[in-house]
C-alpha cells in the first residue's frame, strides 16, 4: 500500500507539474490585442479625435492602440499629454505611432526635410510612451534601385535616427509596404545594416503578392517589433477570405513574437463592425 502511494502521490506531482508547465506556456503565448486608428479612418475624419477615440478602444476591448501621424494635430507636449491622459483613463497603452514619408528620395532637400520630420516623431513617440514607430521607406520606382541605392539611403537614415531611437527607448519599424519595403530580403538588408536590438519589421500580413505572401511574411516574422493584422472581408464562419489567420499567427508564434498584435481593418462597411470581427478571428486562434 505504502508502495502504491507513493506512486500516486508520485504520478499527481508529475501531472501537477506538466500542468502548471503548460499553463506557464500558456500565459507566454497571450495575445496583446491592439487596435490601429486607421482602422477608424472614416470615423476618425468626423467623429474621433486621439482623446475620445480611447473610450471607442477599451469599448472593443483593446489592451493597446497605434496612433497614425495623419490624425496627430502637433508634437506639442501639452496637446501629447491630452493623449495620453485620455488613453491611461481607459487603460489604453499607447504602442506606437505610424508615420509615412519617404527615406530614399533623389531629392536629397526632401529626404533631409523627411529625416528631420522623422526625428520630431520619434520624440514624440517616446514622450507618449510608444514601444514603436514605423516610418516608411518609399522608393525610387525601379526594383534595381530600391534594392541597392534604395536599401543603402535607408540604413543611412536609419543609423542617423538610432541615437534619438535609444534615448527615447523607442524602436524603429519599417512596413512592408512596396519601394525599398517591397521585398522582405530588402527590409532585413536594412535591419541587418543598422541595429536589429533596435530596428525591425512592422509585418503587415496582406501587403504581399498573393504567391509569395507566406513565405515572405515567414521571413519577417523572427524580425517584427509590431504587426498590423490587416482584415478586408470575412466569411460565414468568421474567416479572413484571402488570407489563414489560423497560418499567419502561428509564424508569430513560433517566431516567439512579443509585441503587439495590432487590427487593421481596411475593408467597406462598418469599421467597427469589421474591427471586432478581426479580433475575434485572432482571439479564435491565439487565446487571451
Not at 491592439?34 to 471607442?56: G, N, Q
Amino acid at each position: 500500500m505504502k508502495f502504491w502511494r507513493q506512486t500516486i502521490t508520485g504520478g499527481l506531482v508529475i501531472l501537477m507539474a506538466v500542468s502548471l508547465a503548460s499553463e506557464s506556456a500558456g500565459a507566454k503565448q497571450k495575445v496583446f490585442m491592439c487596435c490601429e486608428t486607421y482602422s477608424l479612418r472614416s470615423l476618425m475624419d468626423s467623429k474621433y479625435d486621439y482623446v475620445t477615440v480611447m473610450p471607442v478602444m477599451k469599448s472593443l476591448g483593446m489592451k493597446g492602440v497605434a496612433l497614425n501621424d495623419i490624425w496627430l494635430k502637433s508634437c506639442d507636449k501639452p496637446y501629447l499629454d491630452e493623449i495620453k491622459k485620455a488613453a491611461k483613463e481607459n487603460g489604453i497603452t499607447i504602442v506606437g505611432l505610424i508615420c509615412g514619408g519617404s527615406l530614399v528620395s533623389d531629392n536629397e532637400e526632401a529626404r533631409r526635410k523627411q529625416i528631420e520630420e522623422n526625428k520630431t516623431s520619434l520624440r514624440a513617440a517616446g514622450y507618449l510612451g510608444a514601444k514603436i514607430v514605423r516610418f516608411d521607406l518609399g522608393g525610387l520606382g525601379d526594383d534595381a534601385k530600391d534594392g541597392t541605392i534604395g536599401v543603402e539611403r535607408a540604413i543611412a537614415a536609419f543609423k542617423e535616427l538610432l541615437p534619438i531611437a535609444k534615448e527615447c527607448k523607442v524602436k524603429l519599424t519599417m512596413e512592408n509596404h512596396g519601394g525599398v519595403s517591397k521585398k522582405a530580403d530588402w527590409i532585413i538588408a536594412v535591419i541587418k545594416g543598422t541595429d536589429p536590438k533596435w530596428v525591425g519589421s512592422c509585418l503587415d500580413f496582406k501587403n504581399w503578392p498573393a504567391d509569395v505572401l507566406y513565405e515572405e511574411n515567414a521571413k519577417l516574422a523572427p524580425y517584427a517589433y509590431h504587426v498590423h493584422a490587416k482584415a478586408l472581408a470575412f466569411d460565414a464562419n468568421g474567416e479572413e477570405t484571402s488570407v489563414s489567420y489560423q497560418k499567419l499567427l502561428r509564424m508569430l508564434k513560433d517566431a516567439n513574437y512579443k509585441g503587439a498584435v495590432s487590427i487593421e481593418y481596411e475593408g467597406g462597411g462598418d469599421a467597427i463592425e469589421g474591427v471586432t470581427k478581426t479580433r475575434d478571428l485572432i482571439l479564435k486562434y491565439w487565446k487571451m
